[in-house]
C-alpha cells in the first residue's frame, strides 16, 4: 500500500479571519508594542549555549539595555585581533557562528544596537577554556 500526503492550501477565507483577529485586538487594546528594557545598573550577560563546541559557537545575551535589539554581533578571536567573524541570529537572543574551523578564546563580542547603531565590546568576556552553560559576566552595557 502507498500513501500519498496531501499538502493543506489556505482557504480563501484565512487571510480575512487573519485580519479579523487583527482589528479585534486593536479594538480591545492588546495590541503587542516593543518597550525599552530597564537594566539600569546592570551589565550584558552572555550564557554559552549547551551545543557549543570548538567550531560552532552559540550564546545567548542577556541584559541589553534600550530597546534590547541587537542589530549584529561579532566575535574576535584573540589570536587574530584584526579580524571581527559575524555571527548570525540563531533565534530570540540566541546568537551562533558556525566557523568550519576551531576557534581560539579567549573570545571578545561586539554588539551593534538595532536603535541607535551604538557599538560595545566585551573585550575577552569568553575566557580560554570556556564551556557549553557556562555564564559570562560583562562589565558593559549601550548608554541610554
Keep these: 500500500m502507498r500513501l500519498q500526503l496531501a499538502r493543506r492550501r489556505p482557504t480563501s477565507t484565512e487571510p480575512a479571519a487573519a485580519e479579523r483577529r487583527r482589528r479585534e485586538q486593536q479594538q480591545q487594546g492588546s495590541e503587542l508594542t516593543a518597550v525599552e528594557?530597564?537594566?539600569?545598573?546592570?551589565?550584558?550577560?552572555?550564557?554559552?549555549?549547551?551545543g557549543s563546541n570548538p567550531s560552532y559557537f552559540a550564546v545567548l545575551i542577556e541584559f541589553v539595555e534600550g530597546d534590547g535589539t541587537l542589530a549584529a554581533v561579532d566575535l574576535q578571536q584573540t589570536s587574530q585581533s584584526n579580524t571581527w567573524l559575524s555571527m548570525q541570529r540563531s533565534w530570540g537572543a540566541v546568537w551562533k557562528l558556525d566557523s568550519g574551523s576551531s576557534l581560539t578564546a579567549p573570545f571578545s563580542l561586539r554588539l551593534?544596537?538595532?536603535?541607535s547603531g551604538e557599538t560595545i565590546v566585551a573585550s575577552n568576556i569568553i575566557p580560554d577554556g570556556w564551556g557549553a552553560g557556562q555564564t559570562y559576566q560583562s562589565l558593559v552595557n549601550f548608554n541610554v
Design 37 to 50: 528594557c530597564d537594566y539600569s545598573g546592570m551589565n550584558v550577560v552572555f550564557v554559552v549555549d549547551s
Design 112 to 115: 551593534t544596537a538595532a536603535d
